[in-house]
């Protein structure tokens, strides 16, 4: 069980727009601790999407955005497309743990 | 330009023991935690354990505190996750990371079986 929350799967159709949630507690995302997205299609390396709660690395596109409050954590994705069909992660740190900790895990599918 | 580089994939027997590296460039290795993340086949991402190169201070995840170890050599910039004795249950892709950043390695299979 993971110590960050994440639904299972999403899912939307191409242009529509899909958020994932990510729920933590006061010792991680609520105790204002940074919050990472990754994207990973499987047999890959996990790919960042978003970093310190809202930034995008060079080269991820703008359909793609993050936002924190209190416990929890949403990355937004708009105009979806079938490229996105992947697995989705959150990543924090834990004052509990003194390390880090991750969602389970969400799959985006592209009807 | 950051770059963390593992060794490559490993393939063992039950009981036997084995260490993979992470190597750093490009930024202040012993001044930035690393960690170890473990990918199980089909399953998600698992925090195994951090290390500060600069003091060798270490943190494991409770599920796997005596199960690994963790060291880094800062005069390399080179970061280890090593067991004393493989099982089959320890089968999956490594992955090492920075927090800063974040920054990933390309990973570490590892393999056992008899």
């Known amino acids: 069980q993971s110590v960050l929350t994440q639904s299972p799967s999403v899912s939307g159709a191409p242009g529509q727009r899909v958020t994932i949630s990510c729920t933590g507690s006061?010792?991680?995302?609520?105790?204002?601790?940074?919050v990472h997205w990754y994207q990973q299609i499987p047999g890959t390396v996990p790919k960042l999407l978003i970093y310190?709660?809202?930034n995008r690395p060079s080269g991820v596109p703008d359909r793609f955005s993050g936002s924190k409050s209190g416990t929890s954590a949403s990355l937004a994705i708009t105009g979806l497309q079938a490229e996105d069909e992947a697995d989705y992660y959150c990543?924090?740190?834990?004052?509990?743990?003194?390390?880090?900790?991750f969602g389970g895990g969400t799959k985006l599918t592209v009807l | 330009e950051v770059q963390l580089v593992q060794s490559g994939a490993e393939v063992k027997k039950p009981g036997e023991s084995l260490k993979i590296s992470c190597k750093g460039s490009?930024?202040?290795?012993?001044?930035?935690?690393i960690g170890w993340v473990r990918q199980m086949p089909g399953r998600g991402l698992e925090w195994m354990g951090i290390?500060?190169?600069?003091?060798?201070?270490?943190r494991y995840s409770p599920s796997f505190q005596g199960q690994v170890t963790i060291s880094a050599d800062k005069s390399i910039n080179t970061a280890y996750l090593q067991w004393s004795s493989l099982k089959a249950s320890d089968t999956a892709m490594y992955y090492c990371?920075?927090?800063?950043?974040?920054?990933w390695g390309q990973g570490t299979l590892v393999t056992v079986s008899s």
């Open positions: 290390i500060f190169p600069g003091d060798s201070d270490t």
């Open positions: 006061s010792s991680n995302i609520g105790a204002g601790y940074d």
């Open positions: 990543q924090s740190y834990d004052s509990s743990l003194n390390g880090w900790v």
């Open positions: 990371a920075t927090w800063f950043g974040p920054y």
């Open positions: 490009g930024y202040s290795f012993a001044t930035n935690w």
């Open positions: 310190g709660n809202r």
